[in-house]
């Protein structure tokens, strides 16, 4: 039997500098508010735009590596699944929908952001472009194996992505 799938993948620019905060046990929470903005157009050929508002949690070494580096305005990939919740405020009970990465992607240059009111945070000298949930960030170089060598010396890789 099939367990189903929840996945969800959104590409757009932090509406605020991520709110981080740190549980007890020190795992960190970083919630960034991503807005995601597609142009139509209706009958009569006017452009129309319509902004959705996503509420994204990205958990742990992850969390931390978006507060490091993203800050408002910014341009993110994010991967993740589709968390419902809720809570009761003064005896109203109130629904949330939230999106926990997996993966987050920053998009865009360095600077990316910066131009557009960004934060007040100092660009770090080396930038993971690349984050996922649960994966070292470390990479092994090409002079780990012993020489230089790119995609043509592998005999299965293709530079049209199929294969």
Partial sequence: MARGINKVILVGNLGNDPD????????????????????RKD?????????????????GKLGEIADEYLK????????????YGSYEKDGVKHY?????????QMLGGRNDGESRGGGS?????????????????EHS????????FNDDDIPFAT?????
């Fill in 43 to 59: 009958r009569d050929g006017n452009s129309t735009e319509k902004t959705e508002w996503h509420r994204v949690k990205l958990l």
């Fill in 72 to 83: 408002k305005g910014r341009e993110v990939y994010i991967e993740g699944r589709i968390e």
């Fill in 141 to 148: 170089s090409s002079s780990d194996f012993g020489g230089d």
């Fill in 96 to 104: 949330t929908t939230d999106i926990v990465a997996n993966e987050m």
């Fill in 20 to 39: 981080t905060k740190f549980t007890q046990g020190g795992m960190c929470i970083c919630n960034i508010s991503l807005a995601i903005t597609t142009v």
């Fill in 121 to 137: 945070r100092a660009p770090a000298q080396r930038r993971p472009q690349r984050a996922e949930a649960g994966r070292s960030q």
């Fill in 159 to 163: 530079n049209r992505g199929v294969f």
